[in-house]
Structures are given as C-alpha cells and as structure tokens.
C-alpha cells in the first residue's frame, strides 16, 4: 500500500471532513473567480459603452498665440505662423505604431455664412465617421448627402427652418434634408453639410478646420497616442480631451481595485477554513498517526500523506470551483449588470489559475497541520487508542 493510497482511502472514510474542506475552497476559490470573470466582463461592457461617448482626441492647426493682457486687463490677443490642415495630411495618421487603436477620424470644415441676415456656423462633416463620434445624434428627416443640411435643433429654432426647406448660402440654393434633435453640446447652434459642401461653400478647397479622433486606448496611454500622431503631423495641434479619458481610466481603475481587494478577504477566509478543518482532522486521527509512526513510517511519511489529501481536496476544489464561477457569473451579470447579454467566454488561463490557486491555498494552509501530525510523540499517540 503506497502513501497515495493511504490518503485517498483516508478521504474516503473521512467523506463530511473532506467535503467541508472542498466546499470551503469551492467558495473561496469561486468566489474569486467569479469576480475577476465579472470584472472583466463587465470592464469590457463599460470600456465599449464609454467608447460610445465620442471624440477623446483633437486635432487642430498649429498658431502661435500672445495673449495682450496686463494688470487683469483683456485686449485680445495677436495669432501668427498659422499652420493650414489639409485633408491630405491626414493620410500619415495611417501609418501610426497604434493606428489601429482609431475607432474614427472625422476631419471637419467650420466657417460662418450668413442665412436670413443672420450669422451661424457652417460645418462640413464626414457622416458615416460621425456616426462614431457622435453616437447621441438623433434625427428628423434624412441624413443630408451632396448639397444637403443637416440643421441644429437651435439653429433650426432661430433661423425658422423646416425639412424642405431651401436656404440660400454663399449665392447657392441649399435644401434642408434634417433637423437634429437637441443635444445639449454646441451641434444645437451649428449647420451641418457634408465636408466637400462645406469646403466650396466656405472657399476651403482640401483644407480642414479641425480633426476629432475617437481613439481606443484601453490597451494604449492616451498620452502616446497623442504623442503619436503629433509627430505624424507637425504642423498641428494635438490634444486629448481630458475629462473623456480621466474619467474613463478612472472608473476603470476603482472597479479593479474594488474586485481585487474583495478577492484577498475571499481568499484569507478559504485558507482559513482549510486550516481550522486539517487541524481538527489531524487531532481526530492522533491514534492512526501513532499506529503509522510505530510501524515505521518516519515524519515526512506522515506529512506526505496530509499534504497529499489537501492536494486532491485542492484539484477537484480548482475544477469545480472555476465550473461554478461561470454559472455564478452568468447569473451575476444577469442581475446587476446593465447589458444581461454579456458574453463571458470560457478562458482557459483564469481556468488553470483557478487550479493553481486553489492548490497554494489548500496546501499552504496545510502545512501546519502537517508538521503538527508529523512531530506527534508516537508514545502520546498511541495512548489515544
């Protein structure tokens, strides 16, 4: 009879034991993997929604700027060495390390026209890229295509404009194919067209006014792609908007940090429930481990065979542990998450670092109780019977 067997046969007659030391490492163990499953299950749901929330990157021409103020006095300021963005520069953004990390670049023309003796904003767009950049757009009639505008809700307001209607910009006749409904930004005030339109009407042939960049950066500094594309373009003026991307890495952080430290207190909880059990176990089996110890067996027999049963308690606490943290996640994400439709895939390195924590903790935790069976007095032990 080997030491294996000895263990195994030693789980199987001590079944309520050995079943309280897996249900301990069971919950421990699934517990934490169901919050890192939810986490990051839940972080790529909020990672994708906060995508949605448009531009975090500008772009636009370099000026150099002296701002005329003394004594808390404003007189303006004076611009010179101003810079022209050209479509055409906008082709080595492609070529960037992290192009690939850019939902949408929409390069956009502004210029003031006047309609009905009124001075508003013209501005040309790319309409399919906006659909990305500006997820929050909803509007009544059509999208505009060639020589078609697209009206703010408050410049729709002030102007009196209706779809079908025509406005007259720059000597040409302009039809109104939409209105947008209120966005609360700065779109409420302006006129849309698309960006060809916008640059002959504003006599801006190739030329840009400004670039909005929806960039995902969650596997990216912000602050390289930012970095990046400045040197691709010299001549401009990158930015991230900041507020975007603080509060996105923000929210981020804290969820992972909540899920991490929840994941300690689980953890010390399970390696004491297998520390408190192992121990009561090895005080109830004092006389068997006097018999062993009279027969022969030296102390690292008897550890080996504690150790052992801790090891197979372990496995089968990773494997069951990780199964029931995949239903418990499903279920979670079911019941507090915004998007019940979440895809949790079944991921095979959190699968073997369920395996591999459930054995440190089990066995770690048994260490003790090890040592104290194996420097048992077999005089002492054997008195037990």
């Known amino acids: 009879m080997t030491l294996n067997t000895i263990a195994i046969q030693n789980l199987l007659r001590r079944k309520g034991k050995a079943m309280l030391i897996l249900v301990g490492l069971v919950l421990g163990i699934g517990t934490v993997i169901t919050v890192i499953s939810f986490s990051d299950a839940v972080t790529g749901d909020i990672n994708h929604k906060l995508e949605k929330y448009g531009a975090n990157i500008l772009i636009v021409p370099r000026t150099e700027n002296l701002s005329l103020s003394y004594g808390g006095i404003q007189m303006g300021g ?12 906008l082709e080595a953004v492609k070529h960037i390390k992290n192009y690939r990390n850019i939902a949408a670049m929409g390069p956009m023309a502004l210029g003031a026209v006047r309609v009905n003796d009124r001075p508003v904003m013209l501005a040309g767009v790319d309409f399919e890229e906006a659909r990305i950049l500006k997820p929050w757009w909803k509007m009544e009639g059509r999208q505009p295509e060639a020589n078609a505008i697209l009206a703010g809700a408050e410049a729709a307001r002030v102007l009196n404009i209706a779809v079908g209607d025509t406005l007259e910009i720059a000597g040409n006749a302009v039809p109104v194919s939409g209105l947008l409904k209120p966005t609360g930004s700065q779109d409420d005030q302006l006129l849309f067209v698309t960006l060809p339109t916008a640059q002959a009407l504003l006599g801006m042939p190739g030329q840009v006014s400004m670039v909005e960049v929806a960039a995902l950066c969650t596997a990216c500094p912000i602050e390289e792609m930012v970095q990046q594309i400045s040197d691709a373009l010299p001549g401009a003026k ?6 975007v991307v603080k509060g996105r890495m923000e929210t981020l952080a804290q969820f992972k940090k909540l899920s991490f430290g929840v994941s300690v207190i689980i953890i010390l909880i399970g390696s004491l429930v297998v520390l408190v059990t192992m121990t009561g176990s090895v005080r109830e089996r004092k006389a068997e481990i ?25 496995i089968g606490a990773g494997v069951v542990g990780y199964l029931a943290s995949m239903g418990a996640t499903r279920l979670a994400l079911m019941l507090f998450a915004d998007n019940p439709h979440v895809v949790v895939p079944w991921n095979m390195a959190l699968a073997a670092g369920a395996l591999g924590m459930s054995l440190v903790v089990g066995v770690t935790a048994s260490i003790y109780p090890a040592l104290t069976a194996a420097r048992m007095d077999p005089n002492d032990a054997l008195r037990a019977l």
């Open 78 to 89: 004076i611009s010179f060495d101003m810079q022209e963005l050209r479509e055409t520069d």
């Open 238 to 243: 990158v930015m991230a908007i900041q507020q």
């Open 290 to 314: 006097g018999v062993f110890r009279a027969i022969g067996f030296r102390q690292r027999h008897v550890m080996r065979i504690i150790l052992m049963e801790a090891t197979l308690i372990s």
